[in-house]
T-cell receptor
Framework: NAGVTQTPKFQVLKTGQSMTLQCAQD?????MYWYRQDPGMGLRLIYY???????DKGEVPNGYNVSRLNKREFSLRLESAAPSQTSVYFC???????????FGPGTRLTVT | GENVEQHPSTLSVQEGDSAVIKCTYS??????FPWYKQELGKGPQLIID?????GEKKDQRIAVTLNKTAKHFSLHITETQPEDSAVYFC???????????????FGKGTLLTVNP
């Protein structure tokens, strides 16, 4: 069991470039989440997917789009990166009878 | 929406001492309060959680208390060890009947340093 995996681990973008952050889980979880973590700000929810085929906005969705490709995969896309999107991005999943969210190792993104 | 305040932002203790981190929440409908530990370079990991029908929960050296009237909850770590050094986050959520799409609102985190 790999749990929650994220790719890439690190990425540097120039302002205006686009990219997709990938997330996959092998725990057969229904719900998946994308967070961003900034110094002194804690973890803020960007988007989430309660189940395959559904997505909803979180606290800070502007500038992002998501796709729940299938039950395993949930991707986050930045269409036109901005320096304000420099952050560490975490994917998480939850399912079964547990309330626990399982987090991936994160992607550190720098936008110059 | 829910707002979670966490204090202190940094906490330094000597090995063997106790550490207490406190959080308050704003939405009286919140009924689930987890605590996550984040080690350097890793994703957060759940260490303990409590539901609103329970006032206290313990797991070895870790305990969480909840005061629904005052809308605050606390993490207590006893006999601290250097490996307890990490960032700790509290969170609050509303678990519905299905519970499949609940959202966590996190506090801003506490950097705990345990000095040998």
């Amino acid at each position: 069991n790999a749990g929650v995996t994220q790719t890439p681990k690190f990425q540097v973008l120039k302002t205006g470039q686009s990219m997709t952050l990938q997330c996959a889980q092998d725990m057969n979880h229904n719900s998946m989440y994308w967070y961003r973590q900034d110094p002194g700000m804690g973890l803020r929810l960007i988007y989430y997917s309660a189940s395959e085929g559904t997505t909803d906005k979180g606290e800070v969705p502007n500038g992002y789009n998501v796709s729940r490709l299938n039950k395993r995969e949930f991707s986050l896309r930045l269409e036109s990166a901005a320096p304000s999107q420099t952050s560490v991005y975490f994917c998480a999943s939850r399912g079964g009878y547990s309330d626990e969210q399982y987090f991936g190792p994160g992607t550190r993104l720098t936008v110059t | 929406g829910e707002n979670v305040e966490q204090h202190p932002s940094t906490l330094s203790v000597q090995e063997g001492d106790s550490a207490v981190i406190k959080c308050t929440y704003s939405d009286s409908a919140s009924n689930y309060f987890p605590w996550y530990k984040q080690e350097l370079g890793k994703g957060p990991q759940l260490i303990i959680d409590i539901r609103s029908n329970v006032g206290e929960k313990k797991d070895q050296r870790i305990a969480v208390t909840l005061n629904k009237t005052a809308k605050h909850f606390s993490l207590h770590i006893t006999e601290t060890q250097p490996e307890d050094s990490a960032v700790y986050f509290c969170a609050a959520s509303i678990l519905g009947s299905g519970g499949s799409n609940y959202k966590l609102t996190f506090g801003k985190g506490t950097l705990l340093t345990v000095n040998p």
